[in-house]
């Protein structure tokens, strides 16, 4: 084989197994995310630790919103400005946590309609902001609920 063979091949090889480890280590944050069915469902607003339970037919709401809702998260790579201004808590199968902390511009306002979740305790946060449509079926959650509204802190 000739000197100039050997080396096209090599850089072949080269960029080629460099492409690999990239796609091997990107890959698993261009998946859907599969959201479990969520049960003993508490919705809390962080600011004045007011909580309640959601109803069956807000449970079923929230679940349908989930499933629709798969594709567009991204890997959370910078610090949230807070926990939350709510907080959604239940239970997936076996029993374990489910979390999903969304922002509706009371802590952050650049954080509006943001919402940060596992889709199980193993799994890494992931982050995604909607847009006032896809946001509404939570705002709906939310909003006149019971709850009073506060100022920003």
């Known amino acids: 084989m000739r000197k100039e063979t050997l080396l096209v091949v090599g850089f072949?090889?080269?960029?080629?197994?460099?492409?690999?480890?990239?796609?091997?280590?990107?890959?698993?944050?261009?998946?859907?995310?599969?959201?479990?069915?969520?049960s003993d469902v508490t919705l809390t607003i962080e600011q004045t630790k007011q909580s309640r339970i959601l109803s069956v037919a807000e449970t079923h709401e929230l679940n349908l919103w989930l499933q629709a809702h798969t594709h567009g998260w991204a890997p959370l790579t910078s610090p949230a400005p807070s926990t939350g201004d709510v907080v959604i808590s239940g239970h997936i199968r076996d029993g374990e946590a489910f979390?999903?902390?969304?922002?509706?511009?009371?802590?952050?306002?650049?954080?509006?309609?943001?919402?940060?979740?596992?889709?199980?305790?193993?799994?890494?946060?992931?982050?995604?902001?909607?847009?006032?449509?896809?946001?509404?079926?939570?705002?709906?959650?939310?909003?006149?609920?019971?709850?009073?509204?506060?100022?920003?802190?």
């Open 99 to 153: 979390e999903l902390a969304l922002w509706t511009g009371v802590s952050g306002a650049d954080w509006n309609n943001t919402a940060i979740t596992r889709a199980n305790p193993k799994a890494r946060f992931k982050v995604q902001s909607f847009g006032d449509e896809d946001w509404a079926a939570l705002r709906r959650l939310i909003d006149g609920q019971g709850f009073a509204k506060t100022d920003v802190p």
């Open 12 to 38: 072949v090889a080269v960029v080629l197994s460099t492409v690999a480890v990239i796609w091997f280590f990107a890959l698993p944050a261009l998946r859907p995310v599969r959201f479990e069915p969520v």
